[in-house]
């Protein structure tokens, strides 16, 4: 919550109205509200009000364990918790000097590309919804629980797994794992084929995102975007190729890249990066080296030597970093988290301006932000 | 403009030339503060204009185009229990006189603790691939550095971010005012000696 | 974890015991409460445990399958074949129980009629009145429009009353389906069919609540001024023979007056609501659904130019027999004019209906609530019952117009009653506005205005010059 909400809102002229969008809305996107200034269907200004989701983990981890703030971390971005899972194992790796077994590496990676699946099945699924397409929120749910079901069987969470620990991962898999997975491969493939009919190519879904959101290259690496929206608009900058992690190199997939960085582009960037991701899953399955699933050297209360520093990955929704400081305690001694739908956000305040009311939903939705991020 | 062949080495040599005065920080030396990023190549400035100066130097005249993040790390010590709310000892259903499981943060004697908060930027060059962090202390009590915001949109919010719950001012920002906490809040959460006031949400 | 407990306590066990037999014992300290134990979560159990014994539990936990197993090999799965069983089964029972109702339905109905009076005429007679009477009194009921008049009036008048809980009943299970889910399958004996029952009296006995800023009066009458246009608009429709309200000879130009007037009451919902957003919401519907009614209109002209009468009746005549034997002589199968007369006046239907992918006023996810925001109850209840009741008209004058509207397909099913036929088109339609509703998007507003405007009426417009010129040759 923020004071700026008087500050920044322009003397309102008569014909103009102020109207809040938010906190509690049905575009699913969690707690945030925007002020809009509208003068008809127009907006004049619009000023994002972001804090209602702050639980202040970067000061509860100053007094938590490592293996505690594991736990923290699965509630940042709870769409993708594996990512925050292993971004957060990253960094703290990297501080100890924990070398982490090939076969935990590639079911991190497996567990990651799962999760981005269900994640950007859940944005399709959401924004079908706000475009007004009911069916394709139930369709996205349906395939999302086959992976939430996987997750379940492994770790036994379908939101918050903590599966990702330090040095590996939590639990080997169980016997039947394997299988439900291929089966899960080609069933999505073919529901992938038939998500493009429904939604991605039908006329009023382009006419309704392809003509609004444009942005361009230069103006979405000045706004610090990253993920799906930044190469929606043409940059190919992911985290996987730029500073592959977790033996991501030993993997053949592509990074879709976008035209005109439009809402459709950064949606149909989503439903390709399905594709890809549904491509490294098939290739880990293939071959997925035996070994332990948790490195050595990881005591039961961690204490990292003093240092600080920066591990990133490729989130579902962008370039998720952490920044970690260690004095030598049981607790970090600053766990600052880079989150991508923090930074996404920011730009509503200048692309708002001069859109209709109709297409805010849109833009937003398009955005794909969660906000356990963006507030942490 | 852009450069492929920057590699951490280039680039340190590049920046003794053009900012002598900041120090480009190998391993940490013994007893000194332990401020390398580790596995990038790290660059600390004595004041806040040079920084600027350095931001646009490196976006404009480099091509680091990206800023990926800033942040700020309080180097005032140990962080004070009285900042929160509840006993950070999260179990429990331990029984009375069992271990706890949080032992709260002592001071480590290898340890340079400051009074200073200190801002961490990090910058990508896409093309090289390639990051270089900038740090710069400022002083906790009244301490203000240049807004990026000139340089890099994206400084926005994160320059907010830090207002809010650092207390750092950030000059020439056109909105800097609180984002995260809420409005009754005084006082900046993330500093290690912030105390929690009793507020009408704590039962 | 610690496993400090166990010897954290024997200590103190040993000194409470010790310390009775060294001294006099103080007052002891208070017993610790005895620990409960916490019930066992009943979702661990397995699906045998008896609170999963109840009928909705056992559709959930039956009926759950991986749904890739389900979608391979659908037709090995029993109850997918039962299902598909069952509902030819229904069609079927239905085309049969049509056929004889119309053979022998009359009979019977004469049949039961002269028994009435019959017994009518021996208790008359054991009261004294004359014979005469009792069968002038059988003429009177069988001739005089006081009778009959007022009974079709109420026959129409439930059309519209049953009808939607038909409709939102089917409108649920087909989005159920197409979303891979059941939809309403508890209440009511079978696949939930009294589930529009119970919602309705779930909405009677809802409060009716009103803003403090609302019109009063306004808000009050606007449900009623949406609804009763509706009913009044089913009164020249012909369900088959003789089932007609009224017979007017302006059907058409009727039908499309009273459509009309409901508008007024979406604008007096929207006002009366006090409310920002409800009255934007309103002017937005209002003006959709007169824009559209414009395309609606001049699509219809060149069915009136073939049929050569404004009569619904008519019109459904004019279309019977056939071509070269067997391609029945509907106006959809004329050569350019009957199809693209057909998709305007579909599109504009839709558009009319409120319906998605023009279903600015009722979306949830805009931001503009709607019009009817600020109604609870019964009266919410109303504007969704017209919107069933104008969606069942403008698939009605679909059939009509372009399908023969009673007259068979093929010249060889004539044992099948008319009526059978016209309702059956008319659910096909019903069945493709929900399907479009549930696979479309939405329509920004400029774009459905752009539509209108811009598209549908100067084809419209086209569509009457090519009729003209079919008249013509």
New interface residues.
């Given amino acids: 919550?923020?004071?700026?909400a008087a500050?920044?809102k322009p003397k309102l002229k008569s014909d103009q109205m102020f109207i809040n969008l938010g906190p509690q809305h049905p575009s699913t996107h969690g707690v945030l509200r925007i002020g809009l200034t509208i003068e008809g269907e127009i907006i004049v200004n619009a000023v994002p009000d972001?804090?209602y989701l702050?639980r202040?983990t970067?000061?509860?981890a100053?007094?938590?364990?490592y293996h505690?703030c594991v736990v923290l971390s699965d509630r940042w971005d709870y769409l993708n918790a594996m990512g925050n899972n292993m971004v957060f194992c990253m960094a703290a790796e990297?501080?100890m000097g924990v070398e982490v077994p090939e076969r935990a590496q590639q079911l991190r990676v497996l567990m990651l590309e799962l999760n981005r699946i269900a994640s950007h099945l859940l944005f399709f699924g959401t924004y079908g919804i706000d475009i007004g397409a009911f069916t394709a929120f139930l369709h996205a749910f349906r395939e999302r629980e086959m992976v939430l079901d996987l997750f379940e069987m492994v770790c036994g969470a379908r939101m918050t797994y903590n599966y990702i620990r330090l040095g590996g991962v939590m639990k080997e898999l169980p016997k039947e794992w394997l299988d439900r997975c291929r089966e899960f491969v080609p069933f999505f493939k073919k529901r992938l084929a038939e998500y493009d009919d429904l939604l991605s190519f039908n006329p009023i879904f382009l006419d309704r995102t392809k003509t609004v959101g444009a942005v361009g290259g230069?103006e979405a690496?000045?706004?610090?975007?990253?993920g799906p929206n930044l190469r929606a608009s043409g940059?190919p900058?992911d985290m996987r190729k730029?500073?592959p992690y977790s033996s991501y190199e030993k993997f053949d997939f592509e990074i879709p890249v976008g035209k005109d960085g439009s809402c459709w582009d950064r949606y149909y960037c989503r439903v390709r990066e399905m594709h890809e991701s549904l491509k490294i899953v098939e290739q880990v399955l293939g071959g997925l080296p035996e070994g332990p699933i948790l490195g050595k050297g990881v005591a039961k209360?961690p204490k990292a030597p003093?240092?600080?520093?920066?591990a990133?990955i490729e989130g579902a929704r962008g370039?998720l970093?952490i920044?970690l400081?260690s004095?030598?305690?049981?607790?970090p001694?600053?766990l600052?988290v880079?989150a991508p739908s923090?930074?996404n956000?920011?730009i509503l305040q200048e692309m708002l301006v001069g859109q209709k009311i109709s297409d805010v939903v849109a833009i937003l939705g398009s955005i794909d932000i969660v906000l356990g991020e963006v507030?942490? | 403009m852009t450069t492929t062949t920057l590699d951490r080495e280039a680039l340190q040599a590049k920046f003794a030339e053009k900012f002598p005065e900041a120090e480009t920080i190998g391993a940490?030396a013994e007893g000194s503060a332990?401020?390398?990023?580790?596995?990038?190549l790290t660059v600390r400035f004595p004041d806040g204009e040079r920084l600027l100066a350095a931001l646009r130097w490196l976006k404009e005249d480099l091509g680091f185009?990206?800023?990926?993040?800033i942040?700020?790390?309080?180097w005032k010590g140990?962080?004070d229990?009285d900042?929160?709310i509840r006993d950070?000892n999260?179990n429990v259903f331990?029984?009375?006189?069992?271990?706890p499981?949080?032992?709260?943060?002592?001071?480590?004697k290898?340890?340079a603790y400051r009074d200073a908060v200190e801002l961490?930027y990090?910058l990508?060059h896409?093309d090289a691939?390639i990051?270089v962090?900038l740090k710069l202390d400022v002083p906790r009590d009244g301490g203000s550095a240049p807004s990026a915001i000139g340089v890099?949109?994206?400084?926005?919010?994160?320059e907010r971010?830090i207002f809010d719950?650092f207390g750092v001012a950030f000059l020439n920002h056109p909105?800097l005012?609180?984002?995260?906490?809420?409005?009754f809040l005084k006082g900046h959460?993330?500093r290690k000696d912030y105390k929690h006031q009793k507020d009408r949400f704590d039962d | 974890m610690?496993d400090?407990?166990s010897e954290?306590?024997k200590p103190d066990e040993a000194k409470k015991e010790e310390a009775p037999a060294a001294k006099p014992a103080p007052a002891k300290p208070p017993a610790k409460p005895p620990v409960k134990e916490l019930p066992k979560p009943v979702f661990n159990e397995h699906p045998t445990h008896p609170a999963y014994q109840g009928r909705a539990s056992r559709l959930l936990h039956a009926n759950r399958m991986a749904p890739n197993r389900v979608w391979e090999d659908k037709w090995r799965l029993p109850r997918y074949r039962n299902g598909a069983i069952m509902l030819a089964g229904i069609l079927g029972g239905l085309t049969v129980g049509a056929v004889l109702i119309d053979r022998f339905g009359m009979t019977v109905w004469m049949k039961l009629w002269n028994t009435l009076f019959a017994v009518l005429g021996r208790v008359a007679a054991a009261a004294g009145a004359s014979a005469d009477s009792v069968a002038a009194a059988k003429a009177f009921a069988e001739t005089s429009p006081w009778i009959w008049s007022p009974l079709k009036v109420i026959l129409v008048l439930h059309v519209i009353l049953v009808a939607p809980i038909f409709l939102v009943w089917w409108e649920r299970k087909i989005s159920a389906h197409m979303q891979s889910r059941f939809g309403p399958m508890y209440v009511g004996w079978f696949h939930g069919v009294l589930q529009t029952v119970a919602d309705g009296i779930k909405l009677l006995l809802k409060e009716n609540i009103q803003p403090a800023s609302a019109d009063s009066w306004v808000h009050r009458l606007a449900p009623a001024v949406v609804c009763f246009p509706a009913i009044l608009a089913f009164a020249p429709v012909s369900f088959g023979g003789d089932l007609i309200a009224a017979d007017i000879d302006v059907s058409v130009v009727y039908i499309f007056a009273m459509a009309g007037i409901s508008v007024v009451g979406i604008m007096m919902a929207g006002w009366g609501s006090g409310n920002k957003y409800s009255l934007l919401g309103g002017l937005r519907s209002a003006a959709q659904l007169v824009s559209y009614e414009l395309p609606r209109g001049f699509a219809i002209m060149p069915v009136i130019m073939f049929a050569g009468s404004l009569s619904l009746v008519r019109i459904a005549d004019a279309q019977s027999g056939t071509w070269f034997g067997f391609v029945p002589r509907w106006f959809i199968f004329y050569p350019v004019v009957g199809q693209l007369s057909f998709l305007i006046f579909l599109i504009a239907s839709v558009a009319e209906t409120n319906r998605t992918p023009f279903d600015i006023p009722e979306a949830e996810s805009e931001l503009v609530a709607g019009f009817h925001t600020e109604y609870s109850g019964m009266r919410f209840s109303l504007f969704f019952l017209a919107e069933y009741a104008y969606m069942l008209l403008a698939c009605l004058l679909m059939s009509a117009f372009f399908f023969g509207g009673g007259n068979p397909p093929l010249p060889g099913l004539d044992f099948v009653p008319g009526w059978y036929w016209f309702l059956g088109k008319t659910m096909a339609l019903v069945f493709l506005f929900m399907w479009f509703r549930w696979t479309f998007p939405r329509l920004r507003v400029d774009r459905v205005m752009d539509l209108c405007w811009k598209f549908l009426l100067p084809w419209s417009f086209a569509n009457i010059a090519f009729a003209g010129l079919y008249l013509l040759f």
């Fill in positions: 919550m923020t004071e700026t500050d920044n972001v804090g702050h202040g970067e000061k509860l100053e007094i938590r364990g505690h990297k501080l230069k690496l000045a706004w610090g975007w990253s940059v900058y730029f500073q209360v003093p240092g600080e520093t920066y990133a370039d970093g920044h400081v004095d030598g305690n049981m607790s001694y600053r600052h880079k923090f930074i956000l920011q507030d942490r | 940490p332990p401020t390398e990023l580790k596995g990038y185009a990206y800023l990926d993040m942040s700020a790390v309080d140990p962080v229990i900042g929160y950070p999260p331990l029984p009375d006189g069992a271990t499981q949080v032992q709260l943060p002592v001071a480590n290898t340890v961490v990090l990508s896409l691939k990051k962090c890099f949109k994206s400084a926005d919010w994160q971010e719950l909105n005012s609180k984002i995260l906490t809420p409005d959460p993330l | 610690t400090k407990p954290s306590d």
